[in-house]
């Protein structure tokens, strides 16, 4: 499956121009990269959490392996041998508290089973499996259905099996809306989730399916672009004079 992050672990990438359009700097951070590349084959996965790319939470009905199939990179293989209803794979993000600001790119990949059955894919608050940011599921039926706290998004689309979706959620926090692309197309536009505390936001993401056959899951990739409110280095400014006092904007004092 497509690689979306090289090999990582937490990191910073700056990148010039502000969120939302705006002029400014921003600042990216990784918050979670679980491509399992670098894990052990056909063993169940750790729980050693976002630092090392492994969920922190598998339901004990639940077989998660990572193999070397279908290529051409490792992958997560989730299925439900026994036992009726949904059980989960849960990742969370770093830290102890919930991620309410900027923007948040929440990507993954997934490959159906030859026979189509269940699987979803939820977005939701750490410790909770409600998923109100949004929930995205892959029915027995062949059709791609979209929730959040607002309701019904509808059918999206269908997919067959074998095939593989690209799946990006990217989440306005400050204005509690959000995109959701496939394979790169835009399927839901400048959405609001319906979450409307705002002390409520993302940190955990839920992975579950009822069903006995495989889903490939891979590149499960979470970053956060927050904007950077100061930037004095200085640079830019006139030897031996004076410091202006043109505020942040100039990366001045006032």
Do not use: C
Not at 103 to 118: G, H, K, M, Q
């Amino acid at each position: 499956m497509k690689r979306l992050i090289p090999k990582a672990t937490l990191g910073l990438i700056l990148i010039a121009g502000g969120l939302f359009g705006a002029p400014g700097w921003a600042v990216t951070t990784v918050l979670l990269n679980a491509n399992f590349n670098d894990k052990p084959l056909n063993v169940p996965i750790g729980t050693g959490g976002p630092t090392v790319g492994e969920p922190i939470f598998v339901h004990p009905l639940i077989v998660a392996k990572v193999q070397a199939t279908p290529g051409p990179t490792r992958s997560l293989h989730i299925a439900k041998p026994s036992g009726t209803g949904y059980s989960s794979v849960d990742f969370e993000l770093p830290g102890s508290v919930d991620i309410v600001e900027g923007d948040l790119r929440v990507a993954f990949s997934v490959r159906a089973p030859a026979t189509v059955t269940n699987f979803r894919f939820g977005v939701s608050e750490r410790g909770n499996s409600l998923s109100k940011f949004g929930k995205l599921e892959l029915t027995s039926a062949g059709n791609v259905v979209a929730t959040d706290a607002g309701g019904s998004a509808g059918s999206l689309r269908t997919f067959v099996p074998n095939e593989t979706l690209d799946v990006e959620y990217l989440y306005r926090l400050d204005t509690r809306t959000y995109d959701l692309r496939i394979n790169n197309v835009l399927l839901l536009d400048n959405r609001a989730h319906g979450v409307a505390n705002a002390t409520e936001g993302i940190g955990r993401l839920v992975i579950a399916t009822d069903q006995t056959l495989l889903w490939v899951v891979d590149d499960v990739i979470v970053t956060h672009t927050s904007r950077l409110l100061l930037k004095a280095d200085f640079n830019d400014k006139p030897l031996n004079s004076q410091i202006g006092t043109g505020g942040a904007s100039l990366g001045e004092p006032v």
